[in-house]
């Protein structure tokens, strides 16, 4: 049985109706309808013999992405995780997929990261762009936090909607976890960023309710 073969054994029609409608970058017609638990199961299944898939792009349907993105999940040697993630990125399509390609092992090299990340938000492609902020937000809002970060994605000028939500989430969790550099950069951003910014910061349970209190001035 192909992988393709085994994603359709997994078919759920419905769920592939409702997944379009979350999706609506992605054709209709490219939906399985496999959900996301069973494609996290597939992809530990199939963790140690990827090369003949990671091969195959473009994918032809969505749940094919996801999978891939959920196979480099689970990889274990940084170099060849980045390698093939730089490989994928211009073919990822819409925000489930990005948002889903989260490898583990980058969190062990964070060093070796950040350039790449800066490259990855000074792309030209949409979904690479909120890839390097989403890897920015996830392994570099605590202990390793450089206030610089917050000007690296404050400095992000671009006009596509999945740009935009990915940035003002990042300011939204800076908020919570880094108020006092994160507070003076709402202003610097553009005013569509920095409304969403705090009205998801608001609706965090992780601000505290006198932060909340501030930012509800600021609207």
């Known amino acids: 049985m192909t992988i393709q073969e085994k994603l359709f054994s997994l078919r759920d029609e419905k769920y592939a109706v409702f997944s379009a409608k ?3 970058t992605v054709s209709p017609d490219r939906f399985i309808g ?3 638990p069973q494609l996290r199961a597939l992809a530990k299944e199939l963790k140690n013999n990827t090369s003949g898939f990671f091969g195959e792009l473009p994918h ?3 749940e094919e992405n996801m999978l891939h993105a959920y196979l480099l ?3 274990k040697k940084y170099e060849i995780v980045v390698e093939e993630t730089e490989r994928f990125l211009p ?3 819409n925000w489930a997929v990005c948002d889903a390609l989260a490898p583990r092992v980058f969190a062990r090299h964070k060093e070796k990261l950040l350039p790449g990340i800066r ?3 000074s792309s030209e492609h949409e979904y690479t762009i909120r890839f390097g902020i989403g890897t920015l937000m996830r392994h570099f809002l605590d202990a390793d936090f450089r206030p610089e ?3 690296w994605v404050a400095a992000v000028d671009r006009e596509e909607y999945y740009i935009k939500m990915m940035q003002a989430w990042y300011f939204a969790t800076a908020l919570a976890k880094q108020w006092d550099a994160a507070l003076p950069i709402l202003d610097t951003l553009t005013p569509w960023v920095r409304a969403k910014s705090i009205q998801k910061a608001l609706e965090s349970f992780r601000v505290s309710d006198d932060h909340k ?3 509800r001035t600021m609207r």
């Open 22 to 24: 979350l999706i609506p």
């Open 34 to 36: 496999v959900r996301s």
């Open 60 to 62: 032809q349907y969505h």
């Open 73 to 75: 999940c689970e990889g």
């Open 91 to 93: 073919y990822i399509d």
């Open 119 to 121: 490259k990855w938000m």
């Open 149 to 151: 970060h917050l000007r």
């Open 213 to 215: 209190s501030l930012l």
